[in-house]
Each structure stands twice: as C-alpha cells, then as structure tokens.
C-alpha cells in the first residue's frame, strides 16, 4: 500500500514535471513512475490472490497468480521504454532546450527521497516476512533511486548551451536499462508457468531433508516445479519392504512434515515402495541416491 501510494504521488510530479521542462529524462523517468503505479497494483493484488488457500477449482492454489502479473509489467515497462527511446531520438534530431532545469532536479530529488522511503519500508517488511515479490518490487525500487540520480546529473549538464543532447541521450540509456532488467522478471515468470524445475541447490535441499530420516533406504523419481510463492515437490521414497503398511505410513507422513517443514506452503506427494526394485525406465537426472 505505501509503495502504490508514493508511487502514484510520484507520477503525477514527473507528469507535470514534463510538461513544464521538457526533459526526456524526466519523461523517462515518468515512464518508469507509471510502470510502477501499474506494478505495484498488481502486486498488491495478485500477492492478496497467491496467497489464498487452495480451493476445488484450483487444487495448486494460486501462486502463479504472481507469473501472470509479472509478464503483464513487463509489457508495460517495454512499452514504456520504446515510447521514451522514439522521443529521445526524435529530440537528437531536433532538439529544444531544457526548460526549468532547476524544477526538473527538484522533481527527481523528490523521486529519490520517495524511492528511497519505499526501499526502506520493503526492508522492514521483508525482515517480518518472507515475499519474493515484495523482493523484486525493493530491488526495482533501487534501481529507480540510482537512475534517478543519473537522471539529476543529466540534467545539470544540459542545462548549460550546447550540451541539450544530453538529456535525451540519458533517457534513452534509461530506457535501455529498463529493458534488460525486466528480461530477468519476464524469464523467471515463463518459468514459473512451464513448470520448471527448483535451482539445484534446492533440489539437493529436497535430497538433504528426505535422507535425514534414519528409516529412508532411498529415493528416486525426484521432481519439482514452481507455484509462485511455494513448490510442488514429487517423489518415489524408498522404505524396508519388511515394514507392516502402518509403520510404512508413518514414516512416509514423517518425512512429508519435514519437507513442509523446509518448504513452507508446499504441495508434496510421496509414492511409497520396498527398497531395491528395479526400474530401468529411470533417468539418472531424476534418480535419488540409494542408501543401503
């Protein structure tokens, strides 16, 4: 709510601060203000829809409600920054000089002081709980206050006669960089919605949590995806085929507690099988460590 309010405060400054200088800086930054606005709408929704309790129509929850949002921002941010890259050339072709140069460094300075306040109260957010998104949502924030900054030092420089190109050459530079940065947010949401599988490290966590348990013999069939704000975990475990179907059941809900444990708000699924069969349909990607 904090990050949506400033944001909305700070947009309107750039709109009318825009107008009034004329700088292609400020009207990157703008761009980039209203991409926030839209960003962090959708973040304060779409984190209120991830985190609802799974339902009958979706049994997963709704984590990916998070990945849907993201691809939606980062086509407002690539529209954003086409718009700022085909003024800033236009304006190297005929360029005006800047106008209010030292009401234009004012609306920036307050840019930053609000960016820095939204980077601050994420902060204390993110020490009571854990985000992912609110985490993504500081990290732009941090990278608007140091664009922000270029920006100021921008406009000091085309304020003097004869150095005019430098402002719309800034804002293009901007907008460059908003591009590349929101390849990251867009690959990590494809992802997230083609089922790809956990990062290694947390994979061997998975491995790490299950083998911790004296009774596991082994495991195998080893699969993973993301849900957004929590993980599906799948997997053959591995028990003394000796073991009556209660005790089986008992381990088997045991180890499940762990992963959930490790893996707060998972989904897991645990096939359960006398150790040493055989399966040579297995692949060595998916395949588990046996312990004897």
Not at 42 to 69: C, I, K, M, N, Q
């Amino acid at each position: 709510m904090t990050s949506l309010g400033i944001a909305t405060l700070l947009a309107t400054a750039k709109i009318v601060g825009a107008f009034v200088t004329g700088s292609v800086g400020v009207l990157s930054s703008l761009a980039d203000s209203l991409a926030d606005v839209a960003a962090s709408g959708l973040t304060f929704w779409t984190v209120e829809l991830a985190h609802r309790p799974a339902d009958e129509d979706h049994r997963y929850g709704h984590g990916r409600a998070e990945a849907l949002s993201s691809l939606v921002q980062a086509a407002l941010v690539v529209a954003s920054a086409i718009f700022v890259v085909y003024v800033g050339v236009g304006r190297l072709f005929d360029p005006e000089p800047l106008r209010e140069g030292r009401w234009a460094i004012a609306v920036m300075a307050l840019s930053v002081a609000g960016s820095l306040t939204i980077v601050g109260v994420q902060r204390a957010t993110l020490r009571r709980v854990e985000s992912v998104a609110i985490e993504a949502d500081s990290l732009h924030y941090k990278g608007d206050v140091l664009s922000n900054l270029a920006i100021i030092a921008g406009l000091f420089v085309a304020s003097r006669p004869g150095f005019g190109w430098v402002d719309p050459v800034i804002g293009g530079l901007i907008a460059l960089y908003l591009m590349v940065s929101i390849g990251g947010v867009a690959r990590r949401s494809i992802d997230q919605l083609m089922d790809r599988e956990l990062p290694e490290d947390e994979r061997a966590r998975v491995a790490a949590v299950v083998e911790a348990d004296p009774d596991v013999r082994g495991f195998h069939d080893l699969r993973t995806r993301s849900l957004g704000v929590s993980a599906h975990i799948d997997l053959h475990l591995e028990l003394d085929g000796h073991l009556d179907l209660v005790t089986a059941h008992e381990i088997t809900d045991r180890v499940e507690r762990a992963l959930l444990a490790a893996f707060p708000g998972s989904s897991v699924t645990i096939h359960t099988e006398p150790f040493g069969l055989d399966d040579d349909r297995l692949d060595d990607r998916v395949r588990g460590p046996r312990r004897a």
